[in-house]
């Protein structure tokens, strides 16, 4: 079993819809918690860092971490062309050095 | 625009030969990563550096080799290159005490 789940989509969407990104986990002890958008030819850039559980908001942009059940979202509201991409979720451990990420979600945003 | 530079960006080769990816940021970031990212699939570690003359092997063992002389460079060569070694292969870079790489383009390598 993997431990970081993302569906890889794609997931299509007319502009201005909400779009939710998700992943599951199984190891408790992460605690550190990015997503990452990743152009088509392109390496991935940070887009959202969140620590343990809660909210996180920038911009159109919300992260949301639910320790309880080892699930995190993020939210990209009013959705554009540009938004267009692949996002991977990735996360560590507090006490660990490697970062694991997950397969990534491809999103097509219509214009 | 990041600050992390990867060449080649593409390349085609053939089996057997040697080649070396560059890797080069301008950030003065101590650790550095070597990525391997196939379609659909997440990115496996390769090769990690802490720093000067620290090299560590990650979780995948793609017989390949690195190495760290200055803090700005971080090449991987691979000795003799095999169809299995296709893929694209990013390095990122990251300060320590602070979450999230930056990474460079990639390098699209094909062995044919």
């Excluded at chain 1, 789940?5 to 605690?31: H, K, M, R, W």
């Excluded at chain 2, 530079?5 to 560059?22: A, D, F, H, S």
């Excluded at chain 2, 300060?95 to 044919?112: A, E, H, I, M, N």
Aim: charged letters at 20%.
């Amino acid at each position: 079993q993997k431990e970081v789940e993302q569906d890889p989509g794609p997931l299509s969407v007319p502009e201005g819809a909400i779009v939710s990104l998700n992943c599951t986990y199984s190891n408790s002890a992460f605690q550190y918690f990015m997503w990452y958008r990743q152009y088509s030819r392109k390496g991935p850039e940070l887009l959202m860092y969140t620590y343990s559980s809660g909210n996180k908001e920038d911009g159109r942009f919300t992260a949301q971490v639910d320790k309880s059940s080892k699930y995190i979202s993020l939210f990209i509201r009013d959705s554009q062309p540009s938004d267009s991409a692949t996002y991977l979720c990735a996360m560590r451990d507090t006490g660990g050095f490697k970062t694991i990420f997950g397969a990534g979600t491809r999103l097509f945003v219509k214009a | 625009e990041a600050d992390i530079y990867q060449t080649p960006r593409y390349l085609v080769i053939g089996t057997g030969k040697k080649i070396t990816l560059e890797c080069s940021q301008t950030m003065g970031h101590d650790k550095m990563y070597w990525y391997q990212q196939d379609p659909g699939m997440e990115l496996h570690l390769i090769h990690y550096s802490y720093g000067v003359n620290s090299t560590e092997k990650g979780d995948l063992s793609s017989e390949s080799t690195v190495s760290r002389i200055r803090t700005e460079h971080f090449p991987l060569t691979l000795e003799s290159a095999r169809p299995s070694h296709t893929s694209q292969y990013l390095c990122a870079s990251s300060v320590p005490g602070r979450d999230g790489y930056t990474f460079g383009s990639g390098t699209r390598l094909t062995v044919v």
